[in-house]
């Protein structure tokens, strides 16, 4: 029997790959809820769930300043995060009968590895194989304060009563982002606190339009977080910056400060610095016949990465070969629009951006001049290196053009591209521009 710890997507897609490859699989997972993982129950789908929201205020906010609509739209938040998780359980649902059908078991439960010896609720398990794919949780930093009633992290905020009247995020990546956008819409007073600055890993265009759709927010950079104050509940956040040290107001902080692998279950195999598992291009770790896969392994947080890690780590189980690991990765962060990346490792050759176009989801922003804008860089051969879009839509696109810029699709190649009219995808239109500039 194969044993595969954690149902959220590297377990699923490993323990389904090995039943269909004819292996016996069990799946522990100890989430009460049901399989799904992070991703469902605490990470993408509740940010898809609450920018959809968001942006619906948005838009209507927009056809306000038009003057053809008349807001205001108010959120009630518990009737919103009870609804949301009665999808959520819905779609947990389909998840398990996909999971089982699969010819997977799945068993809830908790896990704890010692070197080789694996136990399941107390009980000495035997096995053929482990696949460890048992996640991550969010990081809580040395900060003062933090254990004060109102401070949340993105696993915890669907459990706040009310929305906050002021709200501080401490943090500068993309959780920190999408939770400020949403919950600015909703009404709050976000404020952003950034020990450097906000969105640092991404491309310079898209973090541009990010401040666009954050200009609701406060974003604070460079700053030093001293504690988090309150008499057992919050009450703010002093800081230090160059202009000295203040306490910002809050009845409500989100802690957006990174992740942690989940392996505090585990023992006697290798782990890097941070508490990551460490695994070869096998998915192997230092144990025998135990593989790991997903955010535990501490490789991207995202979870087409974990997909791929599950389906890897069972082709090394059943002797497959390997799926290629794919050399750009497509991201996206989602706020008024999508803003979506992917890029191949080094330096752009060259590159060049233009303004979105009008069309579904950005017409009635032209006025206003936030129609998003398209990227793309390029090498001196034609091959595209780097693409960054931001658009309704545009973490669609991206997956499709990130498999082109894998498949190492020339620039060229695109006068033969038909896109799809009207649409607010500008990449289409620049790249045949540059290819014309070639000739």
């Not at 049901?34 to 929201?53: E, F, P, S, T």
């Not at 000495?124 to 991550?136: I, K, L, P, Q, R």
């Not at 990551?276 to 144990?287: F, K, P």
């Not at 896109?419 to 070639?438: A, C, F, M, R, T």
């Amino acid at each position: 029997m194969i044993v595969v710890i954690g149902g959220g997507p590297a377990g699923r897609f490993a323990a389904m790959r090995l039943s269909r490859g004819g292996r016996r699989v069990r799946l522990v997972e100890k989430r009460s809820a049901g399989v799904g993982g992070q991703c469902l129950h605490q990470g993408c789908m509740i940010i898809c769930a609450l920018n959809d929201v968001a942006r619906f205020i948005d838009l209507a906010e927009t056809f306000q300043n038009h003057g053809f609509l008349n807001p205001p739209v108010r959120v009630s938040y518990p009737v919103l995060v009870r609804r949301m998780q009665e999808t959520i359980r819905i779609i947990t649902g389909v998840l398990e009968q996909e999971t089982k059908q699969a010819g997977v078991e799945i068993v809830q439960g908790h896990a704890e590895i010692q070197g080789s010896a694996l136990h399941i609720d107390g009980v000495n398990t035997s096995y053929e194989a482990v696949v460890v794919a048992s996640g991550a949780s969010p990081r809580i930093p040395e900060i003062p304060g933090c254990s004060l009633s109102g401070v949340y992290t993105a696993h915890s905020i669907l459990s706040m009563p009310e929305l906050p009247k002021k709200m501080v995020i401490i943090g500068s990546g993309v959780i920190a982002a999408e939770f400020a956008y949403i919950f600015s819409l909703f009404g709050s007073e976000v404020t952003i606190l950034a020990r450097s600055s906000l969105l640092r890993t991404f491309p310079g265009q898209l973090v541009v339009e990010a401040r666009k759709d954050l200009r609701r927010v406060n974003i604070k950079e460079g700053v030093r977080i001293e504690e988090i104050t309150g008499n057992g509940s919050v009450s703010g956040v002093k800081v230090t910056d160059a202009n000295g040290t203040m306490t910002i107001a809050a009845d409500a902080v989100l802690l957006a400060t990174g992740m942690i692998p989940n392996t505090g279950f585990i023992s006697g195999i290798k782990t890097s610095s941070d508490g990551s598992l460490l695994v070869n291009d096998r998915m192997e770790t230092s144990a025998s016949g135990i593989y790991a896969a997903g955010d535990v392994t501490g490789t991207g947080f995202l979870t087409p990465i974990a997909r791929h890690q599950g389906r890897k780590a069972a082709d090394a189980i059943l002797g497959n070969p390997f799926e290629p690991d794919p050399v750009a990765i497509p991201q996206a962060i989602k706020l008024k629009h999508d803003l979506a990346y992917c890029r191949k490792p080094g330096e752009p050759w060259k590159g060049l951006s233009i303004p979105g176009p009008a069309g579904p989801g950005t017409f009635w922003d032209v006025t206003s001049h936030h129609t998003g804008s398209s990227t793309v860089e390029f090498d001196q051969d034609g091959l595209i290196t780097g693409l960054a879009e931001a658009s309704p839509a545009a973490s669609v696109a991206m997956a499709y053009l990130g498999w082109m810029m894998n498949s190492d699709i020339k620039i060229e190649e695109f006068d033969r591209f038909v896109e799809v009219h009207p649409s607010p995808d500008g990449i289409p239109w620049l790249l045949k521009y540059l290819n014309g500039q070639k000739r």
